[in-house]
């Protein structure tokens, strides 16, 4: 798996696959959850070509050894950081893009030069056997491999010894990898969640952040890791917000959303009664209906949610959206930072320095300005939680480094042995002397005296 060659016509493989098995991956999700076809292709498809593209178009690029700096006993010698695979890795995708999620991290390791076993989740029935039965006839059977399990079976797959581990779920989920991983000592990347706050200044264009904000939060009836959470605003912005929200979502997806071809459906009944459960916090301002028999529950609004309530407990991952009043950004800020660390944090302001306020006063793993999602389209920028929401990262180059051991490499010459007696004893005041000036790193301007 390490050659060029090898990783390129791996990933041009997995291109195929994305290519003529489109309309199959398309079919799979709609079966699943009812994906809108528009929503599966641009983040099931798109968004992996975009990835595979970044990948066979840098590939060379990134292999390559980079030479770094040396000091002053090093000059002649060859000092470089070596690209090395880390060997058999595990990638654990999630249900709610059951392609993309898998396929992201997928390209990163191939592009390394790993093996890999790749679990799909069991929960997306028709995508699992997609994955088990189509995407092994694309890839070398002797280095990757799909498997398909349930929790009981991923427990037992966790005892073995992989190299390194990928999951994408939930918190509660990756304590349980983490804790397997810690038994071989195996290197994790978890991207998990959180609730992602969006803070919405009184000052900005109301329409605007209406349809933004209801596009990422009901976009696959909002089973999405960085969905839009809850929003915080002042009282007179919620006033205003309100009709507009309600006005976004009658535009995108009818009078009638049920019957609108571009909502998805939660992804089980598990799922669905739990997000069912959460419509008790606040009061119902938008939406609220629901159809168990369909999984179906209208894109929602709750208002009047206490910090106490049972849908500020948990990550929704489901079409509700909340909003809680704050008296001005900082209340905003404050009751950001009293909370885990989310997965993204949102703020819409027509003041720049509102946003880059929210910016700097915060932290979460990703942040997004003046819209929802669209940061996770760049595969220039790094995408992954921190503390609660997840650690490391992936998109780009980031998933190669993430899949790839940097081995820190000194190459030195046999001869010119007079210099090496300067560190070999007996030690004196004289040999110290010249090993500082040899290997000191000076701060600029500064200069030692022999």
């Not at 790839?404 to 007996?426: A, D, F, K, S, V």
Request: hydrophobic share 40%; net charge negative.
């Amino acid at each position: 798996t390490r050659s060029l060659e090898y990783r390129m016509a791996q990933l041009e493989a997995l291109g195929r696959f994305l290519e003529e098995k489109k309309q199959d991956i398309l079919e799979a999700t709609a079966l699943d959850m009812h994906k809108p076809p528009f929503e599966a292709e641009f983040s099931e498809v798109l968004l992996c070509k975009n990835e595979l593209n970044e990948a066979l178009n840098n590939l060379s690029r990134w292999m390559k050894d980079k030479h770094v700096d040396k000091n002053l006993a090093t000059q002649l010698d060859s000092a470089f950081i070596r690209k090395d695979p880390y060997g058999v890795v595990l990638i654990i995708g999630p249900w709610n893009y059951p392609i993309y999620l898998l396929l992201v991290p997928l390209i990163g390791a191939i592009a390394a030069g790993n093996c890999v076993i790749i679990k799909p989740s069991e929960l997306t029935k028709n995508s699992e056997k997609l994955m088990e039965e189509v995407l092994p006839k694309y890839l070398d059977k002797d280095c990757f491999a799909v498997v398909t399990a349930g929790v009981e079976e991923t427990t037992r797959l966790l005892e073995n010894k992989f190299d390194y581990i990928f999951f994408t779920g939930s918190p509660s989920v990756g304590r349980i990898i983490m804790t397997a991983a810690a038994k071989h000592l195996t290197p994790v990347t978890l991207e998990l969640g959180g609730k992602n706050p969006c803070y919405v200044s009184d000052t900005c264009d109301v329409q605007n952040v209406a349809r933004r904000v209801a596009w990422g939060r009901f976009f696959n009836a909002g089973q999405t890791c960085i969905a839009p959470d809850y929003v915080l605003c002042s009282v007179e912005m919620q006033e205003k917000l309100m009709p507009a929200l309600r006005e976004a979502i009658t535009e995108f997806y009818g009078s009638e959303p049920r019957d609108s071809p571009d909502f998805a459906r939660i992804v089980g009944d598990e799922q669905f009664k739990r997000v069912q459960a959460l419509l008790s916090s606040g009061r119902v301002a938008i939406g609220g209906q629901t159809d168990e028999k369909e999984r179906y529950i209208a894109p929602t609004v709750l208002v009047d949610v206490k910090p106490s309530d049972p849908a500020m407990q948990e990550e929704i991952f489901g079409p509700i959206l909340l909003i809680i009043t704050v008296a001005n950004m900082d209340e905003a800020i404050d009751f950001i930072n009293s909370r885990e660390r989310p997965l993204v944090v949102y703020a819409f302001s027509s003041d720049n320095k509102e946003v880059n306020q929210v910016l700097e006063r915060t932290s979460s793993g990703g942040f997004c300005g003046n819209d929802t999602l669209m940061h996770v389209t760049l595969t220039s920028l790094p995408f992954g939680g921190i503390g609660s929401s997840g650690m490391g990262m992936c998109h780009g180059q980031f998933t190669f480094d993430t899949f790839t051991h940097h081995r820190g490499c000194l190459q030195r010459g046999t001869g010119l042995e007079p210099i090496n007696t300067l560190r070999y004893p007996p030690y004196s005041t004289h040999k110290m002397g010249l090993i500082r000036t040899a290997t000191s790193i000076k701060r600029r301007g500064e200069c030692f005296l022999l």
